[in-house]
């Protein structure tokens, strides 16, 4: 199901803390355009097919990434492109945006798209793995 522009904004306005939603739309446009250079094939559709058309254009046609960024670096990428922000205030953007994209997702297509990104990208999405016991 296609989560609205309005809802999706909203919850991210609620998970960040944003006053406005401005805000919370800068922060899902720059994060999602940078996941979008990271996350390939079917799982970025699916995952596109789920958010409002706005931001699903924005993760389907990013600049393409040269390497995996590990979450340290996606957050710093993030910090950079986002006007006054610190590597603080990009790792609460990271995680208001990707934690509302990953309820839109669901459980199973959150999984797969992790399963393209480099390790510690799980919290980011707010959704830790757990460790199974050996």
């Given at each position: ?81 986002i006007?006054?922000?610190?590597e ?13 994209a990953a ?26 793995r ?5």
């Amino acid at each position: 199901m296609v989560m609205r522009w309005e809802a999706f904004l909203d919850e991210v306005r609620e998970r960040g803390r944003y006053e406005t939603t401005e805000e919370a739309a800068r922060a899902a446009r720059t994060v999602l355009a940078l996941l979008g250079a990271h996350v390939v094939g079917e799982a970025r559709a699916e995952l596109a097919a789920r958010l409002p058309e706005e931001l699903a254009l924005i993760l389907v046609n990013p600049l393409p990434a040269r390497e995996p960024l590990s979450p340290e670096r996606f957050v710093r990428a993030t910090a950079a492109w986002i006007e006054g922000a610190t590597e603080q205030t990009a790792a609460w953007d990271i995680g208001a945006v990707l934690s509302t994209a990953a309820d839109a997702a669901g459980e199973e297509l959150t999984g797969r798209i992790l399963l393209q990104l480099p390790a510690g990208y799980d919290l980011l999405f707010g959704c830790p793995r757990r460790v199974q016991p050996a």
